[in-house]
Every structure is written in C-alpha cells, then in structure tokens.
C-alpha cells in the first residue's frame, strides 16, 4: 500500500517561513516525480513546485520562483518544501502527489498515481 503523509503545515505572518515534508511509503520513490500542489478555498488544485526521479530536475510555478525551494531526501523517502517569503495569496491546503513517471512533465499534465491528504498553510497579513 502507497501512503503519503505531508507535514509542516501551520498559521504564519506574510514574510515568514515553513517546511513542508512528504514522507512516503510503499513505493520506489527515486522512479517517480513527486509534485507539491496547493488548493485555496474555492479554487482549483495548482502545481506550485515538483522534483523529477531526474538529479537537478525541478520546477516551480512563476508566483512562488525564488521564494520556494523543493528538495528530495531518497534514504529517507522525503520530499522537502522550504517556503520563504510568503504572502497571503499561499494560503491553501497543500498536498504532495506522485507522477505516474519521473518527469515533472507527468505531474504537470495532472497525471497523479497517488494523493496525499494535504497540510493546511495559512499565511496571515
């Protein structure tokens, strides 16, 4: 059984910072894209970052670039996302998703093999 269990989540002011991790379970985590997606209340789920099973492979969404970071720990079955400088507008339930391949290319296509249960990120002005 795959599981994906997100972590770091919480209420913080504009301007501050936060470490989301993923951990995962189940599956051979170096074969797979694992993206970072957000939902704010009442809109649609978006890709704000992703890692590809690729070394260096990472994207990030033009309203978080510079401000967030996303790494892999693979021993541990980690991803990280370090978040600085937020602002209101990264107010959201964040979730971790597994592509169906090792391209963010997967991820970034909507093609997800498996979901988190998501963090709640609140950034306050």
């Known amino acids: 059984e795959v599981k994906l269990e997100e972590s770091g989540g919480g209420l913080v002011q504009a301007g501050g910072s936060l470490r989301l991790s993923c951990s995962a379970s189940?599956?051979?985590?170096?074969?797979?894209?694992i993206g970072w997606f957000r939902q704010a209340l009442g809109k649609g789920r978006e890709e704000v970052s992703c890692?590809?099973?690729?070394?260096?492979?990472?994207y990030h969404t033009d309203s978080v670039m510079g401000r967030f970071t996303i790494s892999t720990d693979i021993a541990k079955k980690t991803v990280y996302l370090e978040m600085g400088t937020l602002k209101p507008e990264d107010t959201g339930i964040y979730y971790c998703?597994?592509?169906?391949?090792?391209?963010?290319?997967?991820?970034?296509?909507?093609?997800?093999?498996?979901w988190g249960q998501g963090t709640q990120v609140t950034v306050s002005s």
């Open positions: 998703a597994v592509g169906s391949v090792g391209s963010c290319l997967s991820t970034m296509a909507g093609a997800v093999k498996y």
């Open positions: 189940g599956l051979s985590f170096d074969d797979y894209a």
């Open positions: 890692i590809s099973s690729i070394p260096g492979g990472t």
